[in-house]
């Protein structure tokens, strides 16, 4: 329902799953350290640079949307009909094949930036 709706969601081929970099499968415990690890790492405050902050501002609010929706057992269960309703565009032109343990590509975008603005930041100050 979230996915469908949400305007301001860049790629709906991306769900809430991969805002978190978790599998579907994957417990209420597992999600919870997931937005956990997320809010350290994307916090706005603790971005000094304005344009670094509002993009964290940008990726909290989506990382909170999902975990708003993921934490909560009525509204996860929905969420899990809807994908199973609705599914993305790609998966159903792409060949069945088993799934791997990958990172999603989500999470691998977070933490490409999380490098670059690292850099910066030690860059700007001098480091």
């Known amino acids: 329902m979230e996915r469908i709706q949400d305007r301001h969601q860049e790629n709906p081929a991306l769900t809430h799953y991969d805002d978190l970099g978790v599998y579907p499968s ?3 415990p597992e999600i919870r350290e997931a937005y956990l690890g997320l809010v350290r790492l994307l916090h706005p405050d603790s971005h000094r640079d304005k344009n670094l902050k509002r993009f964290s501002e940008l990726q909290m609010k989506r990382v909170s949307r ?3 929706v993921l934490s909560d057992v009525e509204r996860r269960k929905l969420y899990n009909a809807q994908l199973e309703e609705n599914p993305a565009p790609d998966e ?5 094949r088993p799934r791997r343990k990958t990172i999603s590509a989500h999470a691998l975008i977070t933490w490409g930036w999380l490098i670059c603005a690292s850099r910066v930041l030690s860059a700007s100050a001098g480091l």
């Open 66 to 68: 999902a975990y708003a």
């Open 26 to 28: 994957a417990s209420d």
């Open 92 to 96: 159903d032109e792409a060949p069945a």
